[in-house]
C-alpha cells in the first residue's frame, strides 16, 4: 500500500523558514515526478512547486520564486520543500504528490489530474 507521508508544518512568523518533508512507503518512486500543492481556506488547491524524477527540473509558481526550494532525496525516498521568507498568504494545508506515469523528459506535470498519490496534509500556519 502506498502512502505518503507529508511533515514539518506549523505556525511561523511571516519572514520566518519551514521545511516540509515528504516520505514515500510502499514503493519506491525514483523514476516519477513529485509535487507540493496547496490549498487556503476558501480556496481550491493549487500547485506551488514540482520537481522530476533526478531533480534536475523544477517548476514554482511565481509567489514563491526565491523564497521556496523543492528537492528530493532517492536514497529516503523523500521529497522536501525548503520554504524561507514566509508570508501570510503561504499559509494553506500543503499536500505532497507523486505521478505513476511516466512522461517525456522535457515536459514536468503540475496538473492535479496528472498526480496519482496524495500526501493527507500539513498545515502550514504565517502570523503576521
Known amino acids: 500500500q502506498v502512502q505518503l507521508i507529508e511533515s514539518g508544518g506549523g505556525l511561523v512568523q511571516a519572514g520566518g523558514s519551514l521545511r516540509l518533508s515528504c516520505t514515500a512507503s510502499?514503493?519506491?518512486?525514483?523514476?516519477?515526478?513529485m509535487a507540493w500543492f496547496r490549498q487556503a481556506p476558501g480556496k481550491e488547491r493549487a500547485i506551488v512547486a514540482a520537481i522530476n524524477w533526478n531533480g534536475g527540473k523544477t517548476y514554482y509558481i511565481d509567489s514563491v520564486k526565491g523564497r521556496f526550494t523543492v528537492s528530493r532525496d532517492h536514497a529516503l525516498n523523500t521529497m522536501y520543500l525548503q520554504m524561507n521568507n514566509l508570508k501570510p498568504d503561504d499559509a494553506a494545508v500543503y499536500y505532497c504528490?507523486?505521478?505513476?506515469?511516466?512522461?517525456?523528459?522535457?515536459?514536468?506535470?503540475?496538473?492535479?489530474?496528472?498526480?496519482?498519490?496524495w500526501g493527507q496534509g500539513t498545515q502550514v500556519t504565517v502570523s503576521s
Open positions: 504528490a507523486v505521478s505513476n506515469r511516466y512522461f517525456d523528459p522535457s515536459y514536468l506535470p503540475v496538473g492535479q489530474n496528472e498526480f496519482d498519490y
Open positions: 510502499g514503493r519506491a518512486f525514483h523514476s516519477f515526478p
